[in-house]
């Protein structure tokens, strides 16, 4: 089916009794749509959170850091190869590699500028051990090793790590507040919606009653009109979040410097989804839309009851 | 079909408008309710309409005592009862034929089941030419005619109407009432609120005048 054709009237399909294009309509509409887009967004940056912090937690659970500190009267370089040798020789250890100068530079360009000189500063190198296996036992004894070499430490990044864990924790839980307020607000306005749509149509329900029609009757009129709107401001706030991140992908692709871009990949991610997370974020459309739906119902059997005999 | 025994209304804490009226109508007649503005006539209609609840007395209409009855009952056996307003009360945004058929979509039917029954009515009633007109470009007649159709569409067994003449002509009042003549004459039983003293005349049925809140059949 033609997706432009879905809300086109059909001409043999009987109009609705409640009309659906109204100003009210409308307006509602457009608030769904906007509550959806930011109800998608928040969606959205949820996932890539937990997309950037699950990768984060898993990189640094594959690697550990062995920082060998400047001592006056040691050498750096021999101090970095001896290092490199004791983390192989450990058992569990895949590899171990000293970041070279212009390495380190790039890790702190970010921070201090491009005009940075290493050679100038005094401070300390890294060598970064991959693991394959390690158990604590191992890294003790790594970490007994490194006593050789003074100024030498090892970083297992525990501390970095459970902080980051807390930090997603409470971005996600933030998330999914703001997430939920969205939604409510999304509801509420429906609930005020449904109460003006009900007062201006006031005599199409004095009409429906007259000639017999049930309150379910009524109230599957209002909650089909509340389900088409919902749809369609779904639709339309669902795929304007989708184009955003599509555009706020390419933004960080073509128009960010690479160190920016690259942090910012640190942080969030590419922007990009796997096909489950996109269809994960549009299935707010249709749960927007049957939650608009089920609200308006509700509202129009409490508005239909407080009606007399 | 209708009996009322000592039945009384009042809005709220204002005055009296029916009072302790009886009255028994049978299967098929056809009344002409009168009495001067404010009477009650309107109230009346809307207690035969089930749309108001008496403040006393009692009210049988189809062999079942409307007092005691819920909000689902009331509303299934206002299915069986048809009314034509003096505002006709049609739905703007529905053509002719939607606003007729909207009885029958009420109790269900598509409009594959509908569309003859409707199609023949409209031809009628003489609409044949407006069947897909919106209610803003028909006559004072014509939406009358659309509010009779849609009155008669589901074959009510009572037909109620208020001061159906009161927006038309002389010669369209005269036809209308020839329609509802006709519709008693297939069963329906009909009650007409209506000012016009001529028609009363000419037509020759019996009256139910409203005085005073009390009632008095002639």
Same mark, same amino acid.
């Given at each position: 089916?033609?997706?432009?054709?879905?809300?086109?009237?059909?001409?043999?399909?009987?109009?609705? *009794?409640?009309?659906?294009?109204?100003?009210?309509?409308?307006?509602?509409?457009?608030?769904?749509?906007?509550?959806?887009?930011?109800?998608?967004?928040?969606?959205?940056?949820?996932?890539?959170?937990?997309?950037?912090?699950?990768?984060?937690?898993?990189?640094?659970?594959?690697?550990?850091?062995?920082?060998?500190?400047?001592?006056?009267?040691?050498?750096?370089?021999?101090?970095?190869?001896?290092?490199?040798?004791?983390?192989?020789?450990?058992?569990?250890?895949?590899?171990?590699?000293?970041?070279?100068?212009?390495?380190?530079?790039?890790?702190?360009?970010?921070?201090?500028?491009?005009?940075?000189?290493?050679?100038?500063?005094?401070?300390?190198?890294?060598?970064?051990?991959?693991?394959?296996?390690?158990?604590?036992?191992?890294?003790?004894?790594?970490?007994?090793?490194?006593?050789?070499?003074?100024?030498?430490?090892?970083?297992?990044?525990?501390?970095?790590?459970?902080?980051?864990?807390?930090?997603?924790?409470?971005?996600? $839980?933030?998330?999914?507040?703001?997430?939920?307020?969205?939604?409510?607000?999304?509801?509420?306005?429906?609930?005020?919606?449904?109460?003006?749509?009900?007062?201006?149509?006031?005599?199409?329900?004095?009409?429906?009653?007259?000639?017999?029609?049930?309150?379910? =009757?009524?109230?599957?009129? =209002?909650?089909?009109? =509340?389900?088409?709107?919902?749809?369609?401001?779904?639709?339309?706030?669902?795929?304007?979040?989708?184009?955003? =991140?599509?555009?706020?992908?390419?933004?960080?692709?073509?128009?960010?410097?690479?160190?920016?871009?690259?942090?910012?990949?640190?942080?969030?991610?590419?922007?990009?989804?796997?096909?489950?997370?996109?269809?994960?974020?549009?299935?707010?459309?249709?749960?927007?839309?049957?939650?608009?739906?089920?609200?308006?119902?509700?509202?129009?059997?409490?508005?239909?009851?407080? *009606?007399?005999? | 079909?209708?009996?009322?025994?000592?039945?009384?209304?009042?809005?709220?804490?204002?005055?009296?408008?029916?009072?302790?009226?009886?009255?028994?109508?049978?299967?098929?007649?056809?009344?002409?309710?009168?009495?001067?503005?404010?009477?009650?006539?309107?109230?009346?209609?809307?207690?035969?309409?089930?749309?108001?609840?008496?403040?006393?007395?009692?009210?049988? $209409?189809?062999?079942?005592?409307?007092?005691?009855?819920?909000?689902?009952?009331?509303?299934?056996?206002?299915?069986? *009862?048809?009314?034509?307003?003096?505002?006709?009360?049609?739905?703007?945004?529905?053509?002719?034929?939607?606003?007729?058929?909207?009885?029958?979509?009420?109790?269900?039917?598509?409009?594959?089941?509908?569309?003859?029954?409707?199609?023949?009515?409209?031809?009628?009633?003489?609409?044949?030419?407006?069947?897909?007109?919106?209610?803003?470009?028909?006559?004072?007649?014509?939406?009358?005619?659309?509010?009779?159709?849609?009155?008669?569409?589901?074959?009510?067994?009572?037909?109620?109407?208020?001061?159906?003449?009161?927006?038309?002509?002389?010669?369209?009042?005269?036809?209308?009432?020839?329609?509802?003549?006709?519709?008693?004459?297939?069963?329906?039983?009909?009650?007409?609120?209506?000012?016009?003293?001529?028609?009363?005349?000419?037509?020759?049925?019996?009256?139910?005048?409203?005085?005073?809140?009390?009632?008095?059949?002639?």
């Amino acid at each position: 089916m033609n997706i432009l054709n879905f809300f086109q009237k059909d001409k043999n399909k009987p109009t609705n *009794i409640v009309p659906v294009n109204s100003v009210t309509s409308r307006t509602l509409v457009l608030l769904i749509a906007i509550m959806t887009f930011l109800s998608c967004l928040t969606f959205g940056g949820l996932i890539l959170v937990k997309q950037s912090a699950t990768a984060w937690s898993n990189d640094i659970s594959r690697e550990i850091t062995i920082q060998v500190r400047p001592i006056e009267g040691e050498l750096m370089d021999a101090n970095l190869r001896l290092a490199e040798s004791i983390a192989q020789a450990t058992n569990g250890i895949a590899d171990a590699q000293a970041l070279s100068i212009e390495e380190s530079e790039n890790l702190l360009k970010p921070w201090l500028g491009d005009d940075l000189n290493l050679t100038e500063l005094n401070i300390p190198r890294l060598v970064v051990v991959k693991l394959a296996g390690a158990t604590k036992d191992d890294l003790e004894k790594l970490k007994t090793e490194l006593k050789v070499i003074k100024g030498a430490s090892l970083d297992t990044h525990d501390a970095w790590r459970t902080q980051l864990n807390n930090m997603a924790t409470t971005f996600i $839980m933030s998330g999914s507040f703001i997430f939920i307020l969205i939604v409510v607000a999304t509801m509420l306005a429906v609930v005020f919606a449904t109460r003006g749509t009900m007062a201006s149509s006031r005599e199409i329900v004095d009409v429906l009653h007259f000639i017999g029609a049930s309150n379910k =009757f009524v109230a599957n009129e =209002f909650q089909n009109r =509340f389900l088409i709107m919902g749809l369609k401001g779904g639709l339309i706030g669902g795929i304007g979040a989708m184009l955003f =991140f599509m555009a706020l992908g390419l933004f960080s692709k073509f128009y960010l410097t690479s160190d920016s871009s690259e942090q910012l990949g640190v942080l969030f991610g590419t922007f990009s989804f796997s096909l489950f997370n996109i269809i994960a974020i549009l299935s707010l459309i249709p749960i927007i839309a049957f939650l608009t739906a089920i609200t308006s119902r509700f509202t129009v059997r409490r508005f239909l009851k407080q *009606i007399a005999w | 079909m209708i009996e009322f025994n000592n039945v009384s209304l009042r809005y709220g804490d204002g005055p009296i408008i029916l009072k302790d009226i009886s009255f028994n109508i049978k299967k098929g007649s056809f009344h002409f309710l009168t009495g001067p503005s404010g009477a009650g006539k309107t109230s009346l209609l809307r207690l035969l309409l089930l749309s108001l609840k008496p403040t006393s007395g009692k009210m049988r $209409m189809f062999n079942e005592d409307i007092s005691n009855l819920d909000r689902d009952r009331l509303l299934q056996l206002r299915r069986h *009862i048809g009314i034509v307003f003096q505002e006709f009360k049609l739905l703007d945004h529905l053509s002719t034929f939607e606003n007729v058929a909207l009885p029958l979509r009420v109790l269900g039917q598509n409009q594959d089941e509908y569309e003859e029954n409707v199609t023949e009515l409209l031809n009628w009633v003489g609409l044949e030419k407006n069947i897909h007109s919106l209610p803003n470009v028909l006559s004072g007649g014509e939406k009358q005619r659309v509010a009779i159709a849609r009155a008669v569409i589901s074959r009510p067994d009572i037909l109620l109407a208020d001061e159906p003449t009161g927006n038309v002509d002389p010669e369209l009042s005269e036809r209308l009432l020839h329609l509802f003549a006709e519709l008693n004459r297939m069963g329906t039983t009909i009650i007409i609120a209506t000012h016009e003293l001529n028609l009363i005349k000419k037509f020759n049925y019996p009256q139910m005048q409203l005085n005073d809140g009390g009632i008095i059949i002639k």
